[in-house]
């Protein structure tokens, strides 16, 4: 008893205003309830929408423990946890890549798909991974080279291959890869304006302003949870 109410109290204490802390704690916390909630939603849909599920229950839990050290690391330093907020990335992006596939598979997608997205997704994030991280300088030039990237995936999903087999399937299908299509078109574009943020560039002056890590935080809460829920309601809708 004595040792779980030191580990209580050995928590840092958090100031009322630290928004980012409080972010970096919520994120956390929801991430960790989604994944519940996708695992145990596993068991009552159609064998054809499982994989799709336990992926959706993957990305956030990967995420809530991506949060959890977050967290940690921002009430240790004060500083933002680039490292691990792209390692979250890296595997979580590339996940929600294998939902489109996963959900236009029954419908006949390919893996070429899958490969095309995965492989956008992470020159994407590696290019603003040296932007943020490395050549700092640069930030400009290598944000704009992710922003090429994340358009082309745009662009695959709204109007390449991807959307010509979502009409195809039609009916719960289609509607569903709607969605996710919206997610990536303004969901996504909450991630560049984070980005402008918490960098020196031409945009300065218009995002300076802002925390980045906040609104990465709101970014990734409304993108993994979202992108899960439409899949969830794909796969108790679609039998
Ligand atoms: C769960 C995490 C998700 C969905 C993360 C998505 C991240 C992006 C769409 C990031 C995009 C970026 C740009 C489009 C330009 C600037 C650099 C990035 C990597 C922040």
């Known amino acids: ?40 939603s596993m068991n009552s849909v159609d064998g054809k929408w499982k994989t799709s599920i336990l992926v959706s229950g993957l990305i956030t839990f990967i ?16 500083e933002t946890p680039t490292f691990y907020r792209y390692v979250d990335w890296i595997l979580t992006v590339p996940l929600m890549c294998v939902e489109f596939y996963l959900i236009l598979k029954p419908s006949g997608a390919t893996k070429g798909l899958m490969w095309k997205l995965i492989g956008l997704s992470t020159i994407m994030l590696v290019t603003g991974y040296l932007g943020e ?25 709204w109007l390449g291959g991807a959307s010509k087999m979502a009409k195809a399937a039609g009916g719960a299908v289609e ?11 303004v969901g ?38 979202g992108f899960g829920l439409v899949v969830y309601n794909l796969a108790v809708t679609a039998k």
């Open 63 to 78: 995420a809530a423990v991506h949060y959890y050290y977050m967290r940690d690391y921002w009430g240790a330093t004060g």
């Open 188 to 225: 996504w574009a909450i991630y560049p304006i984070g980005y402008m943020a918490g960098t020196e560039g031409w945009y300065s002056g218009i995002f300076g302003g802002l925390d980045m890590d906040v609104i990465y935080n709101i970014g990734d809460a409304i993108n993994k949870i």
């Open 1 to 40: 008893m004595e040792k779980i109410l030191s580990l209580i109290s050995a928590a840092p204490q958090m100031a009322a205003d630290d928004y980012v802390g409080f972010t970096f704690f919520v994120g956390c916390m929801a991430m960790m309830a989604a994944s519940v909630f996708f695992f145990l």
């Open 133 to 157: 991280a490395v050549y700092t300088d640069a930030a400009a030039l290598w944000g704009g080279i992710a922003g090429a990237a994340y358009f082309w995936i745009a662009y695959e999903v």
């Open 175 to 185: 509607s569903a890869h709607k969605s996710l299509c919206w997610f990536l078109l």
